[in-house]
C-alpha cells in the first residue's frame, strides 16, 4: 500500500495500466525512427513519409495479430490461413465497389457492382466470416492440426482462385436485368478504381475542410505538393483508430460470458461439453468473427494501394501475423497490440531501416553483385568487406532468417510473449469478494452449517437448449 | 439463495437414471457388453468393477462422450442415448473425470463461474452491444454471489485467485465436484473422485457427497477402493468384463463368491 506513495510506485501503477503500456511501447518505436531519420538526414518530408508508413504497418499488423488471437490465443483455434481471409475480403470488397465497366472512363480491364465503398468493406468482411464457416464447419469437429491444415489449404486455393483465368473477367448480371463485365482480373491483378477511400469517409464525416486546413498546414512545411503526406498520415491515424475499435471489441468478447466459454474450449473442449455447453457453435462464432475482421484488416492493407495482385497474399504473410502474435504474447489482447507494433517497427521494417542508416552513416561502395565475388576476398585475403556490404545489400532476403531465429529465440526463452504469463480475467465484472461480509474465518468444522450452492429446486432441465 | 431446497419426493422409489442393454465396442472388444442397471434418486450408488470392467466407458456413454453401438440411457423419463455431452449435462445429468480436468490457465473463480447454465453472456451479441450488456454484468453478478457459496462450501475460498493450474490433486478434485454443481444438475456421475486425494481429503469430500445427497442429490460413483463403497453406498453394482456381474447391498456384494472371484483375479 505505501507502495503507490513513492515515484516508483506511481510509475508501477500506472505501467500496470494496458494503455499506458502500449503509448510507451509506440513512444519508443517512434522515437526510434525519428532518431534514426536524423541519422540519415532525411528532410521533414522524409521523416513523415518514414511515421506514415510505419503508423501503416503497425495498424495492419495491430488489427491482423488481435484477430488472431481471438482465434488461437482465446479459442485455441489454429488458424494458419489468415491471408485467405484478407484476400476474400479485399477482393469481395473491389468485386462490390467497383464502378461498372465503362464507366468513368476508367482503364480497368473488368468493372465492378459500383456500389458505395462502405457497401463493399461490409460485403467483403461478411465473405470473409462466411468463408471462415465454411471451412470450419468440417474441420471444427477435429482436432486441432486438422483446422490448420484446412486453413492454409484454403488460402492457396482463394490465391490460386483469383490467379485463374477463369474469374479472370465474366458477365454478372445487374439489377436492370443487363449483365456486366466483372472478374477478378487474374494473375495481372485488379485495378482498384473506386474514389479513395480516405477522402470519401472524411467527406461523409463532413471533415473536408478541416483535412484542407491540414494539408495547407503541411504544405508551409513541405511546400512541395504535401498532398500524399497528409493522405497516408491521415490513413495511418485512421488505423490507429481501427485497432482502437478492434480492441474495444476483442476486450469486451473476452471479458465476457461468451470469452470464458472460448478459454475452457482452450483449456479443454471435453470439459467445456461436460458443463453444457454447445462448444462448436462459440467455436464457430468465434472462428467466423476473427475471419470477419481479417478480411477487414485486408480491406484497409490494400484499398488504398490502387491495386491487388492475388500473389500478395502468399502464406508467409500469415506467419508474419503469427510471429507478431506470438512476440505480444498470445491470449492479450494488449500483447497482440504490442506484438504488431514491434513486428512492424523491428522486424519487417526494421531491417530496411538499418540498412539505410549504416549505409548513410559509413558511405560504403558498391556491394559486390552475388555471392561467389563476396565469399571470395574473405577466403583468399580474410578481407570481409565484400562480404559485409554484400550482407547488408541482401537484407531484404536475410529478413526473413531474422524472423525465423527470433521465432526460434522466442520460443525457447519466451514462449509466453513480451508481457510474460499474463491472462486477462474473462468475466463480465471484476472477479473477487463482494460485500467484504461475512468473513470466511469462521473455521467451521461443520459443513452442514454452510449455504448449499444449489438454487432452483425443480432443475429438471427439461427446457435445455439444443 | 441460501436456503437449501429439498429435491422432489426423495423417499419414493424413483429412478433418474436408467440404463439398458448398453454395448460399447473397440474393434473386437466389447467394453461394455448389454449393462442394464437403475439409480434410485437421492442415493449414492457405487460401481465397481477391476480395471478393464468398463466403468469408465460406461460413464462415457452415459453422458455422452461416447455413443453406444446398442441399449439406450433414459434419464428422467427421458430418452437421451445418443446426445450431444452438452445436451445431456443440460437436462441435469452432469459428470466429473477419472483425471481432474481443471481448466489450468484460468483462475478458480472463472472456473466456477464458467459452470451455470443459460448464461446471457454466452451469446455474442449480448456481451458486445454496449444495450445488452448491462444485462450480462448483472447477471454476472449474480453468478458470483453464488460461485462464493459454493467456494465456501467447499472450503477452498482462499484459492479464489489461484490459476486452477497450481492446485493439488486433491484441491483439484474439489474445484470439479463445485463447479459440477454450480451447474445445478439433479445426478451426478463422479469418476473415481478420490483417486490421488489424501485421506483427509478424502473424508472431506465424502462429507460434501453425503450432504449433498441428504438434500436430494442423486449420485452414481466409481471407484476403485472397495472399502470406500462398501462403507459408504447403499447400493453397489459390480462390473466385470464389460457386464454387470451383480448389484445389491454392500453385504450381498460382500458375500458374492463372483466378486470375489472377479477382485482376486480368478480368471475363469
Known sequence: MSDTETPTGTLRQLWAEDAVKIAALLFVIYAGYLVSGLVLGYSVRGQLNSLASLTFYIGVFATLALALNLHWGYTGLFNIGVVGFMAVGIYVMAFVSKPLYGAGGSAAQVGGLGLPIPVGIFAGMIAAALLGFVVALPALRLRADYLAIVTIAMSEIVRFTF?????????????????????FGGGSGLILDFPDPLLAFIDVLGLSGAYDGLVRLVGQVVPNN?????????????????????????????????GRVLKAIREDEDVARALGKNTDRFKIVSFMLGCALMGLAGILWLM????????????????????ALIIGGAGSNTGSVMGGAVFAAVLYQGPLYFQNVVTSVFQPGDAPGSFGPAISPLLSSADPMPFLLYTLDSVRQLQLVVMGVVLIWLMHNRPQGMLGHRKETAAAIPLGRRGGGAGPESGSSDPDSEPAPQTDGDGTGGAADE | MSESITRSRPDVADTPLRVEGLTK????????????????????????GPNGAGKSTTFNLITGMLSPDAGTVVFDGEDITGLEPYQIANRGL??????????????VLE????APKHQRGEHLWRSVLPGARGGVVEQEEELLDRVWEALEFFEIEHLAEEYAGNLSGGQRKLLEMARALLTDPDMLLLD????????TLEQRLLDHIHDLRDQGYTFLLVEHDMDLIMNNCRHVIVMHQGEILTEGTPEEIKSNEAVIEAYLGGDV
Open chain 2, 192 to 199: 473415481e473422485p478420490f483417486a490421488g486425494v489424501n485421506p
Open chain 1, 163 to 183: 490467379l485463374s483465368s477463369t474469374f479472370q473477367q465474366f458477365q454478372f448480371p445487374t439489377l436492370s436485368g443487363e449483365s456486366t463485365r466483372v472478374g
Open chain 1, 304 to 323: 488504398g494501394q490502387g491495386a491487388v495482385t492475388p500473389n500478395f497474399f502468399r502464406p508467409r504473410l500469415t506467419f508474419f501475423v503469427w510471429i
Open chain 2, 111 to 114: 472456473n466456477m463461474m464458467l
Open chain 2, 94 to 107: 452432469v459428470r466429473t473425470f477419472q483425471i481432474a480436468r481443471e481448466l489450468g490457465e484460468m483462475t
Open chain 2, 25 to 48: 465396442r473397440f474393434g473386437g472388444i466389447t467394453a461394455v457388453d448389454g449393462a442394464t442397471f437403475e439409480v434410485e434418486r437421492g442415493t449414492l450408488t457405487g460401481l465397481i
Open chain 1, 226 to 258: 504535401p498532398d500524399p503526406i497528409v493522405h497516408s498520415l491521415v490513413y495511418g491515424l485512421v488505423l490507429l483508430g481501427v485497432v482502437a475499435a478492434y480492441f474495444w471489441l476483442l476486450k469486451r468478447t473476452g471479458e465476457s460470458p461468451f
